[in-house]
């Protein structure tokens, strides 16, 4: 039986503002979205449902910077630089950035403390004049055409209002704004399989001198626990890592599902209901089973972040999809504008399996087309973030911070070009974006000299 509907009477809505660029999310494709049309001069706003920037990053609790590197033949790189680089620098005068680990033997990550990029964010997007809008939810579009939008309809504890703007950039996460606009999607494994989602969480009060390398040792006292019949887990390769201080860890352990086992669909009001509850009781479960891994003995919840972590919903379709072969055979395309040294990194029931390209054989990273930015069917708009052009295993890597972060600074320069030229996002001149996209420090692969340090 289809749902019953009412009918909701058309209404004048106060326009907030009137800008050339608006970005709709202030993850990191956002923030870098953002930064880059304010930096190509162009009056931007970036709204943001939360009171606050960072996206999974902070609001799902994730606190740890994936993707920033790559393993260029056996050797570790930084290769993602340019908008991020700022934002690092930032973190790191306010005390909050790690020094990057190893993931795997294999592979860096950077882990950072979710106030410390809360400010930096602020900073930085202040720095270059973006003006924010948060606790604004977007909610839907007004499109002048079928190919062009002409607002986007926000909504506020002032009521509804609209947001105008000649070009759009959506980095929701979820392809919000694309599939409001008419662009085409698909979602997860388009057979109703999504990556799973994860209810991170920090524990505090750890003896570090105890704990040593815990991380080491946790999934065989898991194993051990299991066989025992004492705990049982959502689970297998639990990620279990220090922060900043060594007394403080984020532990990522989690994996919600429904009841017909599929994942937790990020789209779906009632399985996000479920998924937050489900998420805080297998943090509990979690944390049981971690106060007996020695130097957790006196450890304590000391954040449950303000929301479940989604790692994938919509993936809009635009000029080109990256694949999972793309990631494991380190493409190469003519129109790269930046890069990914993430592996594939899927959830799927039970576990998180990770496959790499060769190493030491290979370069390690592949490059990222700007096609995946522009939406098939919409000619105003370009999306960025773990909801841009890619695969279901495409997106199980380049959804990780770092390549989020290079395609909003892409994206935003791409608008930036695109008015100036007075044209569409989708005719702009790629080698233009390029050269654009080098002078502000970005590495984009082709023939740049790989960056070195980290
Ligand atoms: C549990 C978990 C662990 C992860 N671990 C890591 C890790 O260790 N390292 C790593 O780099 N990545 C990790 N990731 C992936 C990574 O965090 C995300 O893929 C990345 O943040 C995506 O960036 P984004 O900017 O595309 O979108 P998001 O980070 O999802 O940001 C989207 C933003 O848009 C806002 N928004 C969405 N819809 C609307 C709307 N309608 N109106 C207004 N605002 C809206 C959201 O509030 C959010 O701030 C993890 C993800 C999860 C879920």
């Known amino acids: 039986m289809p749902p019953k509907t009412i009918f909701e009477p058309a209404r004048q809505i106060p326009l907030y503002g009137e800008y050339e660029v608006a970005v709709l999310g202030g993850g990191p494709a956002g923030i870098a979205a953002a930064v880059a049309a304010a930096r190509a001069g162009r009056r931007t706003l970036l709204i943001e449902r939360y009171g606050f920037l960072g996206g999974m990053g ?6 740890n910077f994936c993707g920033l590197h790559a393993n260029v033949h056996g050797e570790m790189h930084r290769l993602v630089r ?9 973190i790191d005068r306010l005390g909050g950035l790690n020094a990057p680990h190893l993931i795997l033997g294999k592979i860096l990550a950077q882990a950072y403390d979710t106030a410390a990029y809360k400010i930096a964010a602020d900073d930085l997007l202040s720095a270059c004049k973006v003006d ?5 939810l977007g909610a839907g579009v007004v499109m002048h055409d079928e190919r062009r939008i002409n607002a986007l309809l926000v909504e506020t504890k002032a009521g509804r209002q609209a947001v105008s703007a000649r070009i759009f950039i959506d980095c929701s996460g979820d392809g919000d704004l694309a599939a409001w606009a008419g662009a085409p999607f698909e979602v997860g494994d388009n057979e109703g399989g999504m990556l799973y989602p994860s209810m991170m969480f920090r524990l505090n009060g750890i003896d570090p001198e105890r704990a040593g390398d815990a991380w080491r040792t946790i999934p065989a006292l898991m194993e051990k626990a299991e066989a025992a019949g004492t705990h049982k887990f959502p689970r297998k390769s639990a990620i279990v890592r220090p922060q900043r201080s060594g007394i403080e860890w984020r ?12 994942a937790i669909n990020g789209l779906e009001p009632d399985d996000l209901t479920r998924g937050e509850i489900d998420g805080r009781r297998q943090a509990v479960a979690a944390f049981e089973f971690l106060r007996t891994v020695p130097g957790f003995e006196k450890s304590y919840i000391v954040d449950l972040p303000p929301q479940l972590g989604i790692r994938e919903t919509r993936r809009v379709i635009g000029g080109y999809m990256l694949s999972g072969e793309d990631v494991l055979g380190c493409a190469s395309f003519e129109d790269s504008v930046g890069v990914n040294g993430w592996p594939m990194e899927v959830h799927v029931a039970g576990d998180v399996i990770f496959k790499f390209p060769p190493i030491p054989e290979s370069r390690g990273f592949n490059e990222l087309p700007y096609r995946m930015l522009l939406p098939q069917g919409v000619d105003n708009l370009l999306v960025a973030g773990r909801c841009a052009s ?7 890597a380049a959804r990780v911070s770092g390549a989020c972060f290079a395609m909003g600074e892409a994206a935003g320069s791409a608008a930036g070009l695109a008015l100036s030229g007075n044209t569409i996002p989708r005719d702009i001149a790629v080698e233009k974006l390029q050269q654009a996209l080098q002078q502000q420090g970005a590495f984009i692969g082709r023939d740049q000299k790989v960056p070195e340090g980290l």
Not at 58 to 63: L, M
Not at 82 to 90: F, T
């Open 58 to 63: 902070t609001a799902a609790g994730v606190t």
């Open 82 to 90: 340019g908008i991020a680089s700022d934002l690092l620098a930032r």
């Open 251 to 262: 532990v990522n352990f989690t994996q919600l599902k429904r009841d017909d086992g599929r």
């Open 390 to 396: 890619m695969t279901h295993d495409g997106q199980s």
């Open 132 to 136: 924010i809008l948060f606790h604004a």
